[in-house]
C-alpha cells in the first residue's frame, strides 16, 4: 500500500506570493490533516478534512486555507506569505478504524 | 499555550542502554496519546500509542508508560540502537472524534556506538 505523498517537496517563494501544497493520503483513508513544524514549536495543527468538510481548525490566521477532494486528496493553500511562513508542511491521513495518523514526507518551503 | 511539553530538547544515550524520554500534558480531557519518531528530511513515523484506560503499552523494544494523576507519560526504548537516533515527538488527543493532535515539541535522542 503506497503511504501519504506530498507534492511538491521543496518550494521557494517570495513574500507576498501564495501557494499550493498538495496531498495524497493513504488510499482508503478519509481524514486529512495539515501540520506546521517550525523549529523549537513541535508540529503545530493547522486542519483536519473529512469526507470534503473541514472537521477541525488550528490557531492559523485566515491566510491558511485547504479544502479536499471527492478523492481525499488535499489541498493546502497560503496566501499572502510572509517570512514566518517558512517552515516544513506535513500532512497525515487516518484511516477510520485507527487513532494512528501517518505522515506524509513533507513539503519545505522557504519564503524570501 | 503548550498543553504538551517535551521539557528535554536533547538526550544522549550509549548503545545498548535505557533510554527514557518524557512528555507532560495539561489537559486532563485528553484520552489517547501517541509517539512519534522523525528523521531528518522524512515526515514522523508512529511508534506506539496507549489510551487513558491503560498505564502501561509494551511493543517490541518500546515501552509507553502513561501516570495519568501526574499527567505524564514516557518513552522506553531498550536496548538503544545507534537507528535509534531521531527526534521523538509526543501528541495527545482529546475524545470526540476531532482527532485534532496536539504535538510536544520533540526530544533529539541520540545513541552512541
Known amino acids: 500500500k503506497a503511504g501519504v505523498t506530498q507534492t511538491p517537496r521543496y518550494l521557494i517563494k517570495t513574500r507576498g506570493q501564495q501557494v499550493t501544497l498538495s496531498c495524497s493520503p493513504i488510499?482508503?483513508?478519509?481524514?486529512v490533516s495539515w501540520y506546521q513544524q517550525t523549529p523549537g514549536q513541535g508540529l503545530q495543527f493547522l486542519f483536519e478534512y473529512f469526507s470534503e468538510t473541514q472537521r477541525n481548525k488550528g490557531n492559523f490566521p485566515g491566510r491558511f486555507s485547504g479544502r479536499q477532494f471527492s478523492n481525499s486528496r488535499s489541498e493546502m493553500n497560503v496566501s499572502t506569505l510572509e517570512l514566518g511562513d517558512s517552515a516544513l508542511y506535513l500532512c497525515?491521513?487516518?484511516?477510520?478504524?485507527?487513532?494512528?495518523?501517518?505522515f506524509g514526507p513533507g513539503t519545505r518551503l522557504t519564503v524570501l | 499555550d503548550q498543553q504538551v511539553k517535551q521539557n528535554s530538547p536533547s538526550l544522549s544515550v550509549q548503545e545498548g542502554r535505557i533510554s527514557i524520554l518524557n512528555c507532560d500534558y495539561t489537559?486532563?480531557?485528553?484520552?489517547?496519546f501517541l509517539w512519534y519518531k522523525k528523521y531528518p528530511a522524512e515526515g514522523p513515523t508512529f511508534l506506539i500509542s496507549?489510551?487513558?484506560?491503560?498505564d502501561k503499552n509494551e511493543d517490541g523494544r518500546f515501552t509507553v508508560f502513561l501516570n495519568k494523576s501526574a499527567k505524564h507519560l514516557s518513552l522506553h526504548i531498550v536496548p538503544s540502537q545507534p537507528g535509534d537516533s531521531a527526534v521523538y515527538f509526543c501528541?495527545?488527543?482529546?475524545?470526540?472524534?476531532?482527532?485534532?493532535?496536539?504535538f510536544g515539541t520533540g526530544t533529539r535522542l541520540k545513541v552512541l556506538a
Open positions: 501528541a495527545a488527543s482529546a475524545p470526540g472524534g476531532t482527532y485534532k493532535y496536539i
Open positions: 497525515a491521513s487516518r484511516g477510520a478504524e485507527y487513532n494512528e495518523q501517518f
Open positions: 496507549i489510551s487513558s484506560i491503560k
Open positions: 488510499s482508503g483513508h478519509r481524514s
Open positions: 489537559n486532563s480531557m485528553f484520552d489517547y
